[in-house]
């Protein structure tokens, strides 16, 4: 059992502020992971949380006390760090074993509790091993088995994916998710690869310039992002972003004149819109579809087939606008092409670069991952 | 002769040898002419004030050199010598590096300043030292003893050996820090920081942590001032030359009283041979020590 809450956090460097005032809380055994482009502040929130980092102002509090004043080895958490930060002259064991150890823990009960989380990790054969006769992934896994014996309420991971080779990091993010279901803990993580927050949270946090831009469920996050810059950084390929202007708003929906001439309703709520207010029109790459009747032309650029999946990256005016096409388009570079767009799948962007309120909430957008995990048990019955 | 190499790569060869060839001998020249040399003069009964006396003394020298007490004498006062100065300058210069690690106002003209000693040429120090410091009537140590009401020591007649250790510790000491400075800011901050995670305070990091990083350095600090506090001498010849008595005589000022207070160059040559074989014995052990530490 462990909640985390942050009340009006803030962190100031010198003369930067690198936390502007955050209040975040995070439920019991949920999987929160903090995602912002380099520099938003979330690996600083990170150390806050453990106690590395003093907060400027604001309150931290575990299980509703606060603890900002307690130092880093006794708030109860444990931390996985981006480098491993392995202690290279001992083995494994004694790595997994050191906060035991300073903790003056008996060595039979300590080898006991090493074992154990070495058992979870499938680390019993590396014990004796240094960390220098590791591989990445296994130096990986005992910076977990680390954390593990300390019996944490709260894991924090700061970026632990980032130095392993592609193939090795979905390995370990599927690793995670079944550890975070194993321990049945709260974790805390943080990253800049969207897609592991996508795949592995709960509830992300996306963090820019030292304040929440959104917080919510991936399914949220991706359908209904709250301005510009989440559905800018939410979803891959990039979201492409259109200028458009204002033809009818209403609180039924907006008509719009796309570049093209052409006119559109999208299904959001426009009711406070100005006149002749500057709107963008955000789509993203998977949800423009190649259309001989399509509102929307362009010249292929640049073509990357994945097999599955083709990349169209199209001129259009003086902007390129990415399609995810099907794997068996026949196009070739320079082809003119036609596509077009269903409205339900379009957001607008006031000139604030706030999204305007969609009309209709999609079905998935309250999904967890933990819902996932209910509903699988519940089919194993 | 072909050598492979693991890395696949072959080594010796007849051209590689002939290309090495010239720099090789004039190594092994530069050293065996001297060694030979010496050798040579240690088994010669060769004494600058009795020109008549030369010819070949066969063991004569070494049988006269190790009945000598002061023979004795200096081997014990170079191992004290060697030994206190390396203790100090490596715990005083981990001590230091960890100091000046910390983040403090000017920390970078305290560094220089720590280190400047280093700069400064043994004869110079040492005649600071003599006259400046320790000096009885003078010096800083008896103004300050007596400013507290204590009686002003006479450094260098009734501690003579520690003086000595103190100034060549003095100086040796910013280049124990200088090393072990550099291998610290090697040490990783997330280390220290999984450390304090883990419960760590100060004292635990600076055992669990730090000083197990530092291993190799340190173990190159005593390598390097080994080398160089066998041979002591400029210090010695400034302060005390060697006294009272032979307390501060170590076997570089033995042979030099031999050879050019005594004229006895046989003699000074069989000393010679003894410094040399005492410096391998202590080589060897240290070659070792330090291989052993760098392969893992």
Redesign the interface.
Same mark, same amino acid.
């Given at each position: 059992m462990a909640t985390l809450e942050l009340k009006q956090i803030t962190k100031r460097f010198d003369d930067t502020d690198v936390i502007k005032g955050i209040d975040l809380e995070v439920n019991d055994r949920e999987f929160v992971v903090f995602v912002g482009p380099s520099g938003c502040g979330k690996s600083t929130l990170m150390r806050m949380i453990?106690?590395?980092e003093s907060a400027t102002s604001g309150d931290i509090l575990i299980n509703g006390e606060r603890i900002n004043e307690v130092?880093?080895?006794?708030r109860g958490?444990?931390?996985v760090?981006?480098?491993?930060?392995?202690?290279?002259?001992m083995t494994v064991e004694d790595n997994m074993g050191?906060?035991m150890r300073?903790?003056k823990v008996p060595k039979e009960q300590r080898r006991q509790k090493v074992l154990e989380a070495a058992k979870i990790l499938q680390l019993e054969p590396l014990l004796d091993r240094?960390p220098k006769a590791l591989s990445g992934g296994q130096r990986q896994r005992v910076a977990i088995g680390?954390a593990i014996v300390?019996n944490p309420s709260i894991f924090l991971f700061d970026e632990p994916l980032s130095n392993l080779d592609a193939a090795l990091r979905v390995q370990m993010r599927i690793e995670l998710a079944r550890l975070h279901e194993e321990l049945d803990a709260t974790m805390i993580y943080v990253t800049h690869d969207q897609i592991e927050a996508m795949t592995m949270a709960d509830k992300i946090v996306v963090l820019h310039d030292g304040v929440v831009e959104q917080m919510g469920s991936p399914m949220e996050l991706y359908h209904h992002p709250r301005n510009r810059f989440v559905a800018g950084f939410i979803g891959s390929p990039k979201m492409n972003f259109l200028d458009v202007s204002l033809e009818e708003a209403g609180p039924e929906g907006v008509r719009i004149r796309l570049p093209s001439g052409r006119d559109c309703t999208v299904p959001v709520d426009g009711s406070e819109l100005a006149v002749d207010s500057p709107l963008e029109l955000g789509i993203r790459p998977e949800h423009l579809q190649l259309d001989d009747q399509g509102p929307l032309s362009g010249e292929i650029q640049v073509l990357e087939r994945l097999g599955g999946q083709t990349s169209l990256y199209v001129q259009m005016g003086e902007l390129v606008v990415t399609i995810m096409a099907d794997g068996d388009v026949a196009h070739r570079v320079h082809d003119m092409v036609r596509f077009g767009f269903d409205p339900m799948r379009a957001h607008l962007f006031n000139s604030e670069g706030t999204a305007l309120p969609s009309l209709h909430q999609h079905p998935l957008a309250g999904l967890t991952r933990r819902d996932h995990r209910q509903a699988a048990e519940g089919s194993n019955q | 002769m072909n050598k492979t190499r693991a890395s696949g790569r072959t080594v010796g060869g007849l051209r590689t040898l002939s290309l090495q060839a010239p720099a090789v001998t004039l190594l092994l020249l530069w050293m065996l002419i001297p060694l030979g040399l010496t050798i040579w003069f240690s088994f010669q009964r060769y004494n600058l004030l009795m020109p008549g006396m030369t010819g070949f003394a066969g063991l004569e020298n070494y049988q006269y050199l190790f009945s000598d007490p002061a023979l004795w004498s200096a081997m014990g006062t170079t191992l004290l010598l060697v030994g206190w100065v390396l203790a100090i300058t490596v715990v005083g210069g981990t001590l230091l590096a960890v100091l000046f690690q910390q983040d403090f106002a000017g920390r970078g003209i305290a560094r220089v300043l720590a280190i400047s000693p280093f700069f400064v040429m043994p004869t110079v120090s040492a005649l600071v030292w003599k006259n400046m410091m320790m000096h009885p009537s003078n010096g800083v140590f008896s103004w300050v003893a007596e400013t507290f009401g204590f009686q002003a020591v006479d450094w260098f007649s009734s501690l003579p050996l520690t003086s000595i250790i103190i100034i060549v510790a003095w100086q040796w000491l910013p280049f124990a820090l200088l090393i072990l400075l550099t291998a610290m800011q090697s040490l990783?901050e997330?280390?220290v920081?999984? +450390?304090?995670?883990?419960? +760590?305070g100060p004292v635990?990091i600076f055992f669990?942590?730090t000083l197990?990083?530092l291993?190799r350095a340190i173990s190159v600090v005593i390598m390097i001032e080994m080398i160089f506090l066998l041979t002591i001498f400029a210090e010695i010849f400034v302060t005390t030359s060697g006294g009272p008595g032979l307390a501060t005589t170590n076997l570089a000022y033995l042979i030099y009283i031999r050879a050019l207070l005594d004229f006895d160059v046989g003699t000074a040559s069989a000393g010679g041979v003894i410094a040399i074989i005492l410096a391998n014995i202590v080589a060897i052990f240290l070659v070792r020590m330090v291989a052993k530490n760098l392969e893992?």
């Open positions: 453990a106690g590395l130092g880093p080895a006794h958490l444990a931390m760090f981006q480098s491993y930060a392995l202690y290279p002259h050191f906060s300073l903790a240094k680390r300390r | 990783d997330d280390q920081e999984a +450390a304090r995670m883990d419960g +760590a635990a669990f942590i197990p990083h291993k893992d």
